[in-house]
């Protein structure tokens, strides 16, 4: 085998980590105080979804930052250039969600979105396990899809089914969805966008790349 074989960076940076144990659940005492109703700005078919607060947000910015800033560290490779931005978080909310319920295809604002895995019960990693159809992902997952088009020579799309404690980092634009499920118990999770802000705290509308 050629040891000198190279690839080339193509396609969306989707990132996979595993968040600290104090934080995640921080992030569930909170989120289980919010009452603010989120569903009129959200994509899913899921009755309960609720904005943090001001403070929670400015909580969570603290806390994500190390996670946020390998993301941009990894980001600058990926692209071979240098992303002179700040981020401001924009929205952060929390979903409860339960038997039947999904989020359809869609994308996000901004410029960076992410999600966090609070809840993912074992009866819903049996039912995702034992799914007999022919779609990737199955029953509580979530793929991620470059391309609505299939193409055999190109991966246009991954599913996860997401481990607690689990985050992603993705672009806001990368279309993406959940499965539907059957289970009785609720898959809790966190989501939120980020924008490309310049040191005057104005939005950066592509042209943030510096060579």
């Given at each position: ?41 959200l994509a ?59 989020n359809p ?58 481990k607690e ?47």
């Amino acid at each position: 085998m050629n040891k000198d074989i190279r690839h080339l960076n193509w396609g969306p940076l989707v990132t996979k980590f595993t968040l600290k144990d104090s934080f995640c659940k921080e992030l569930l005492k909170k989120g289980k105080k919010c009452v603010n109703d989120a569903r009129h700005i959200l994509a899913g078919i899921i009755d309960k979804e609720f904005t943090y607060n001001d403070d929670d947000m400015n909580w969570f910015c603290e806390e994500f930052s190390p996670y946020l800033n390998n993301h941009m560290n990894l980001l600058n490779t990926w692209h071979n250039a240098h992303y002179d931005v700040n981020l401001k978080l924009d929205k952060l909310w929390i979903n409860f969600m339960k038997q039947s319920e999904f989020n359809p295809l869609h994308i996000h604002t901004g410029d960076l979105s992410f999600v966090i895995y609070l809840k993912v019960p074992k009866e819903l990693e049996l039912e995702n396990k034992n799914y007999k159809g022919t779609d990737q992902g199955g029953p509580g997952a979530i793929k991620f899809i470059n391309e609505l088009k299939n193409d055999e020579m190109c991966i246009t799309r991954h599913s996860f089914l997401p481990k607690e404690k689990e985050a992603f980092i993705f672009p806001a634009s990368l279309n993406h969805t959940v499965h539907p499920f059957r289970c009785k118990k609720e898959r809790i999770s966190v989501s939120g966008n980020f924008h490309f802000i310049d040191k005057n705290g104005n939005n950066i509308n592509n042209n943030f790349l510096k060579k």
